[in-house]
């Protein structure tokens, strides 16, 4: 079992609808969450963190959280053909003074068609 | 205020051969963590260097090498190139804020392509 599953997809939504990435975890210890958007040819980009069960807003993006079922997804509303790109779940498995061992699932290809 | 810059940009070497890529971090960061990401694969942590000392190790072979410099800047090594080390390598900053480390983010760099021919 993959500490961190996705959906590879494609996943594709007409532009303006709600696009809903999902993402599980096997470690039950986990703390904290990263939500990642990476296109084609470039390095990841930070969208959101998560570390409490529920959700948080930012903007168009919301992350969901439920530490119970050791899974987190991340809603976009309102998709645009500029969020089509790979988005990537991590888990943070740092320990100690030092910060950050991010987990990577494999990445779920979102597709907005106009 | 740079982010985290990442050189060179894409290079090509031999098997055999010894390769080091290099990493400046984020303005105000003191934590660098490489990954190497393969083709259609989430990026893979290799190691991170915290206090010019190597922390924490992902399963990668002792090929693979680093350092941290006092102004915080790293190197990736990876000696005895094999056409499996062709990636994009990443470089990822953060500031370590004590021991829960709940919502440290990091930011990445614009990688390195590296092909092994």
């Known amino acids: 079992q993959k500490e961190v599953e996705q959906n590879s997809g494609p996943l594709s939504v007409p532009e303006g609808a709600i696009a809903s990435l999902n993402c599980t975890y096997s470690?039950?210890?986990?703390?904290?969450f990263f939500w990642y958007r990476q296109y084609s040819g470039k390095s990841p980009e930070l969208i959101m963190f998560i570390y409490s069960n529920g959700d948080k807003e930012d903007g168009r993006f919301t992350a969901q959280l439920n530490k119970a079922s050791q899974y987190v997804s991340l809603l976009i509303r309102d998709s645009q053909p500029s969020d089509s790109a790979t988005y990537l779940c991590?888990?943070?498995?740092?320990?100690?003074?030092?910060?950050?061992?991010?987990?990577f699932g494999t990445g779920t290809l979102l597709a907005v068609q106009p | 205020d740079a982010g985290v810059t990442q050189s060179p940009t894409h290079l090509i070497k031999t098997r055999g051969q010894q390769v080091t890529l290099r990493c400046s971090p984020k303005?105000?960061?003191?934590?660098v963590s490489w990954y190497q990401q393969a083709l259609g694969q989430g990026p893979q942590f290799i190691f991170q260097y915290y206090e010019e000392e190597e922390r924490q190790r992902g399963n990668f072979p002792d090929r693979f090498s680093g350092h941290q410099y006092p102004n915080y800047s790293s190197e990736l090594n990876v000696n005895a190139l094999l056409l499996g080390d062709s990636a994009l390598y990443l470089c990822?900053?953060?500031?370590?804020?004590?021991?829960?480390?709940?919502?440290?983010?990091?930011?990445f760099g614009q990688g390195t392509r590296l092909t092994v021919v």
């Open positions: 303005s105000g960061h003191d934590t």
């Open positions: 470690d039950q210890g986990s703390q904290s």
């Open positions: 991590a888990v943070n498995k740092g320990y100690g003074g030092a910060t950050n061992k991010l987990i």
């Open positions: 990822a900053s953060s500031l370590a804020r004590g021991q829960r480390n709940l919502n440290t983010e990091a930011f």
